[in-house]
Structures are given as structure tokens and as C-alpha cells.
């Protein structure tokens, strides 16, 4: 009987509340197409404008083209439950904007942005920069330190120029 009690705390009671309760945000696509690999730090864009980030340390290979996804919450975390994909994915929800790179000048030493602005990229972080290819979305953090270019999943340091 004892050991009945220790499993049930384990097994039920521990969860619920280390994980909290699961709550209904929106039912939603994904943005686009899912090519290729799922990571920490992949960014999803949403219909609705959302965008979430995966904070799971996971490494999934997936195609698949405007999934409908379900997103959970349980602030600060989200649980996307993405059609065609087996598991849920933990992801935090950005704030910040995405942009379009529309030119790039020194390879990848400027990228100059759809709304005209410049950014400078650090020398060690141009061999991402200057491969990439225009126009491509990016995610720029709310403290203007770090570019992500959404299709790649690459985070590069950046710095506003004007």
C-alpha cells in the first residue's frame, strides 16, 4: 500500500504541479512551410501573428506546408500541437518584429532591411550573413542585439546603423 501511495505522488500528483495546467490560447496555422530541421531557437510564425520560439533541446526533420497547429498555455510557456508532427513542442512567445533583409552589402557585413534601416554584423558573424540570400524574414529582438534569420534558424549578433 505504501509503495502505491509513493508511486501515485510521483507519477501524478508531481506533474501536475510542476507543469501547472495547460490552458487554450489559439487555434491557428503555421505561416508558410516547415522545411527541414526543428531545434532549440526555431521560430514559428503564426496566422494570426504570432510567433513562438522552441525552447525544448529537441532535433526533428519535418515537411510540411501550413500545418494547423493548437497552442496551450502556461505563462510564460506555450505547447504547440502541430498537425503532422508526433510530439508537442515547448516554445516561449517573442515580442519584436520580423523584418525582410532585401539587400546585402560586403558580404554580410550591412543588410539593409525592408524598412530601410542598416545593420552592421560582426566579422565573426558574417559567414552566415553574406551566404544568406534576398529577401529572407528575420526576427529582430526587442533589445536590437540579435538578427534570426527564420528559415535558417541562425541567430547572428547585430548592431542599428541608422
Same mark, same amino acid.
Given at each position: 500500500?505504501?509503495?502505491?501511495?509513493?508511486? =501515485? @505522488? /510521483?507519477?501524478?500528483?508531481?506533474?501536475? %504541479? +510542476?507543469?501547472?495546467?495547460?490552458?487554450?490560447?489559439?487555434? !491557428?496555422?503555421? &505561416?508558410?512551410?516547415?522545411?527541414?530541421?526543428?531545434?532549440?531557437?526555431?521560430?514559428?510564425?503564426?496566422?494570426?501573428?504570432?510567433?513562438?520560439?522552441?525552447?525544448?533541446?529537441?532535433?526533428?526533420?519535418?515537411?510540411?506546408?501550413?500545418?494547423?497547429?493548437?497552442?496551450?498555455?502556461?505563462?510564460?510557456?506555450?505547447? =504547440? @500541437? /502541430?498537425?503532422?508532427?508526433?510530439?508537442? %513542442? +515547448?516554445?516561449?512567445?517573442?515580442?519584436?518584429?520580423?523584418? !525582410?533583409?532585401? &539587400?546585402?552589402?560586403?558580404?554580410?557585413?550591412?543588410?539593409?532591411?525592408?524598412?530601410?534601416?542598416?545593420?552592421?554584423?560582426?566579422?565573426?558573424?558574417?559567414?552566415?550573413?553574406?551566404?544568406?540570400?534576398?529577401?529572407?524574414?528575420?526576427?529582430?529582438?526587442?533589445?536590437?542585439?540579435?538578427?534570426?534569420?527564420?528559415?535558417?534558424? /541562425?541567430?547572428?549578433?547585430?548592431?542599428? %546603423?541608422?
Amino acid at each position: 500500500m505504501r509503495k502505491e501511495i509513493v508511486l =501515485l @505522488i /510521483i507519477f501524478i500528483l508531481v506533474p501536475l %504541479l +510542476l507543469f501547472g495546467e495547460w490552458k487554450f490560447y489559439e487555434e !491557428t496555422t503555421i &505561416k508558410g512551410k516547415i522545411s527541414g530541421k526543428i531545434s532549440h531557437d526555431y521560430i514559428f510564425v503564426t496566422s494570426s501573428g504570432n510567433l513562438y520560439q522552441v525552447s525544448d533541446y529537441i532535433y526533428l526533420y519535418e515537411y510540411l506546408y501550413y500545418p494547423n497547429v493548437i497552442v496551450l498555455e502556461d505563462d510564460p510557456f506555450y505547447k =504547440l @500541437i /502541430i498537425e503532422g508532427i508526433d510530439e508537442s %513542442l +515547448l516554445c516561449k512567445k517573442l515580442e519584436g518584429n520580423i523584418r !525582410t533583409v532585401v &539587400k546585402v552589402h560586403s558580404r554580410g557585413e550591412i543588410l539593409i532591411l525592408d524598412d530601410r534601416t542598416l545593420w552592421s554584423v560582426p566579422k565573426y558573424d558574417q559567414y552566415h550573413s553574406g551566404w544568406w540570400l534576398p529577401p529572407y524574414k528575420v526576427y529582430i529582438t526587442p533589445d536590437e542585439l540579435y538578427m534570426i534569420n527564420i528559415e535558417e534558424g /541562425i541567430k547572428i549578433w547585430v548592431s542599428k %546603423l541608422k
